[in-house]
């Protein structure tokens, strides 16, 4: 791009006209592409590859700014940075997404049959599957695009299968009956993970279980009565007195009348309930496993849809679990075996895709065995080779891994990783990369037929190896050497053991085959981790505090808001709302914050484009090195501040303080550069100095003015790009290319920062009394001042051009600290008293019956805000932020109030 003028500079930013201008540009020109280069050190990201069904959310918008402000930082600061794309497949979420628009058509895909099914979510996928994509476009997202991967992508498909079967031939991959937790609608197993536990007021049902041969009970309680017809044991704690006789007996199990043993284990607890329980093994975990230590016979009474199968008596089956439930209580009432029934809250397992009630159910599934797993991917976490960031998230990683259970690792559905393993009539099985592959290990021709698993792999089957499979593996080439270990993954606290902990795993179980950067093996730890850095996102709630959802109606479209506030004041605003580890709490109408942080850049961008036009004319300036001549206080100290900003920047974001740099960016733009310096330098610009030196500063300032973009452009890059294509010729270059600035200590100078403090708290003590008093603009007024250190004397002497110009001061006069100024105003700057001579300046009465008339209204104002806070119906009550808002003007009237009796009281004494 070539230098502009400042007349195409707008008056207004308009975010609309720059955004899609630049984020073309930046594509076109390859400008996120990253490739193997030894001249450079790698930084690597891999998105959270978000599901093909997915928009934008908040969450998104929070996460993926996070990854791109750290991507566009690393880049400038000349690493080969490299942010992966990519999406998932979402199998459940996207089979159902397919069946609800087949269901509209009406037909399903048992009738379409699986291979023409699977074109159809090709074609949707197709057609849906990237909106995501584009909508992260908006954002201003800088990934390599080129890279963009999918993880049914052939490559990612083969990597999936050769992981599934170096498991499965480790004997780290196994088949077996387990209970698993079993969604009725979508006919599959889901992981733990997968279940999302809800408390639930139920009920809890007391049955009497009559004891063979005696006329004695065993008295149950259960929440899920209808399991009791799968029941095959009752069970006491070994050392519960109260009915160790009863162990070894036969209960009788009404309405069925099997006869199931007394057992004894220590499971049981012998405070739940009557202290006995009932043993169903084919439809509780807990009872699965108790039934294994005892031999207990697993009875089966559910269909795939959780209705009756004929393992029950004949009344009940074909009904609903849940009818079967209201039935079966009723008949149990009827035939005197229901003791009694209490309200009870317990947690119920719902599937975190479609809300069904999880049923325990007792089927054939594939499973990873993870402790081997898990212990080294433990370890690097305890070691510090991988850092969480907060850190408190390391003990819930420890506590997963060090309870983690095997992993159900098979869905039975249609759209996803199909199982590699085959089947020959004889019932043996292998796990084979082809059909051809599977006959060579079973030692079978090609007369006999193989039939391969139906079922698919659970979808985090793949994303656990998002951060080798995105690369290549197992192909051992140059990528995957260079940009793995990667660098920080940004991901939310949710997905810790669904997605973290197993990436862990298994970058570090399958990576140590491969070549390093330097081409020898990897061995050690820290080459071996799929990351260094994990940042756990906050999440986003309403100013409610309410978690965003779609039912509350209180998540607003991100892209409405690109909308109106522009992609860089979402991007900023939400930034700056989030502290490390803790929620944000987000409306749109905060993006205002944003916003007017980019029309404030945007004002000084064009007042000092307007006077360069005026000093120098059109010819481009250099703005590579920093011109040195004809400093002053205000160039020393804006070049001290400017460093000790890129410093503090620099650190913050090393250590993950993202709305840290944020604040930063903003304390030192907004505050430093355009309240004070750029109105320091107009006194330059507009005052007599030479043509030379005006350039000279005009330059310096525009200098200033492109580092601090360039510090700015991670957080907000469209604003930044379009000013500083305007500073000067670029010839092609972008600032998201341009050198990061370091913060050099040469130009820090704590003395420069105090000295221009201390004129900055003058100026602005005199502004106020300049207002309090109602001094009208037009008036120069004169200062005295009584400092408190011979410094101050000396600063007040060298800079009190700044202090006549900005504050309107015709003299400013050291006075000794035992004469007080007749009919005055005063205020007290760092120890300094600083006084406005009044006399000449205001109508003495006229003012004092304005200020008595303020006070009489402020102290009103006191009084019913007082009253407003006092009343309980009000306080306890009102929303919180409503109430606190009160409290706040309650402080700033009474604040008011009193300055104004000061005021009063001196011109009282005055008269």
Known sequence: MTEQSHNDLSKIYNPLEVEDKWYAYWESHRLFHASVNKQRLPYTIVIPPPNITGILTMGHVLNNTIQDILIR???????????????????????????????????????????????????????????????????????????????????????????????????????????????????????????????????????????????????????????????????????????????????????????????????????????MVKVTPAHDPNDFLMGQRHGLPQVNIFTEEAKLNDSVPPQYVGMDRFECRKLLAKDLEEQGFLVKVEQHAHNVGRCYRCNTVVEPYLSDQWFVKMRPLAEPALRVVQEGKIRFHPERWTKVYEHWMTNIRDWCISRQIWWGHRIPVYYAPDGSFVAARNEQEARQKLGIGGNVSLTQDEHVLDTWFSSWLWPFSILGWPENNEDLRYFNPTDTLVTGPDIIFFWVARMVMANLEFMRDMQGSDGSPRRKDEDLVPFRDVYFTSIIRDAQGRKMSKSLGNSPDPLDVIQEYGADGLRFTVTYLAPLGQDVLFSADKCELGRNFANKIWNAGRFLLMNRKEITGSKPLDLEGLPEEHLDLADRWILSRLNHAARDFNRALSEFQINESNKILYEFIWRDFCDWYVELVKTRFYGDESPETKKTVLTRALWIFDRALRMLHPHMPFVTEELWQHLTERNGASIMRAAFPAGEAKWINEQTESEMAFVQNVINAVRNIRGENNIPPSKEIRVYMKPAIADQEAVAEQYQGYLRKLGRVEKIEVIPSDYKPRLSASSIVDGAEISVLLEGLIDIEAEKKRIEKEIVRLRQSVGSTTAKLSNPSFADRAPKEIVAREREKLENFKLSLQKLETNLAALVEAS
């Open 73 to 275: 930082w690393k880049r400038m600061q000349g690493y080969e940075a490299c942010w992966i794309p990519g999406t998932d497949h979402a199998g459940i979420a996207t089979q159902n997404a397919v069946e609800k628009a087949l269901a509209r058509e009406g037909t399903n895909r048992h009738q379409l049959g699986r291979e023409e099914f699977l074109d159809r979510v090709w074609e949707w996928k197709k057609e849906y599957g990237n909106t995501i994509v584009r909508q992260l476009r908006k954002l201003g997202v800088s990934c390599d695009w080129e890279r963009e991967r999918f993880t049914m992508d052939q490559g990612l498909s083969e990597a999936v299968k050769e992981v599934f079967i170096r498991l499965f031939d480790k004997g780290l991959v196994y088949r077996g009956k387990y209970i698993v937790n079993w969604c009725p609608f979508h006919h599959t197993a889901l992981s733990d993970d997968e279940v999302d536990h809800l408390e639930t007021q139920g009920s809890l049902w007391h049955v009497r279980y009559p004891i063979e041969g005696t006329d004695q009970h065993a008295v149950v309680a259960t929440t899920r009565p209808e399991t009791m017809l799968g029941d095959t044991a009752v069970a006491v704690n070994p050392r519960d007195e109260r009915y160790k006789h009863l162990i070894g007996e036969t209960a009788i199990l009404p309405i069925v009348g099997r006869k199931i043993p007394i057992i004894a284990d220590d499971f049981v607890d012998s405070e739940f309930g009557t202290g």
